[in-house]
């Protein structure tokens, strides 16, 4: 074990770590997209560090695949979503900023606490970063709580998704390319259907927040 590789992998567990606290910190849509997309080459960062140092080829592949579909397609698809919105930002959340971040490093802390049992078991450099996969994973279900925008919403999902693949890349030995594939491309294909579905309700209704499709209803 090489200290490059400790380090690399902590460097990149970081940046999905902070991307995903970056997505509740800027009210603009367009930077939380961009957050999202270095989010997702910080994911298939993960992937690829860890697939050359067991020497698995197909871990490699899987953060190849992760790249190209976390980092640039979905991205792509969400920020024309953003590009038609005229006034893109998330003006009212229904916790600011500031208290955002305080519960993100609530949850953070909660997510260090709940997986100790964890970490102890996978005595890896590796296992020990497992609460941050959970952490990710419990801001992004904060994140949609919290922000009434179709595009958050979208963005949160998407958080907890990658919070869930980082967790299963650092306590196993990476999940199978099929198991990846398949997860992938549902994902792909809900952010395509959620872009149609944003894309549909700003056309013909002028509606970019959850709190005016209620009144709609009503």
């Known amino acids: ?17 902070v991307t995903a606290a970056l997505t509740l910190w800027r009210q603009s849509l367009a930077a939380a997209v961009k957050a999202l997309a270095v989010q997702g080459v910080g994911l298939a960062a993960v992937a690829v560090i860890l697939g050359a ?3 698995d080829l197909v871990l490699v592949g899987v953060g190849v695949l992760v790249l190209a579909i976390k980092a640039v397609a979905v991205p792509w698809l ?9 006034a893109a930002r998330e003006a009212s959340p229904l916790i600011n900023v500031p208290a955002s971040l305080v519960g993100a490093g609530v949850l953070t802390l ?23 996969g959970v952490a990710i994973v419990l801001i992004g279900f904060f994140s949609m709580v919290v922000r009434r925008r179709a595009v958050s919403q979208i963005v949160g999902l ?6 869930i693949a980082l967790t299963a890349f ?9 198991v990846e594939l398949g997860v992938t491309l549902d994902v792909l294909l809900a952010v395509v259907v959620l872009q149609v579905l944003v894309a549909h309700l700003q056309r013909h209704f002028n509606v970019h927040d959850l709190d005016q499709l209620r009144d709609l209803h009503d």
């Open 78 to 86: 969400i920020g024309r979503v953003v590009a038609h919105d005229h």
């Open 110 to 132: 909660l997510a260090f606490a709940a997986t100790r049992g964890v970490v102890a078991l996978v005595a890896t450099p590796a296992g020990r970063l497992i609460p941050f």
């Open 170 to 178: 650092l306590g196993t030995s990476g999940v199978p390319l099929v």
């Open 1 to 17: 074990m090489s200290f490059s590789y400790v380090s690399l992998l902590d460097l990149a567990v970081v940046v999905v770590m």
């Open 158 to 163: 998407l958080t907890i998704d990658n919070g």
């Open 53 to 55: 140092h067991r020497h």
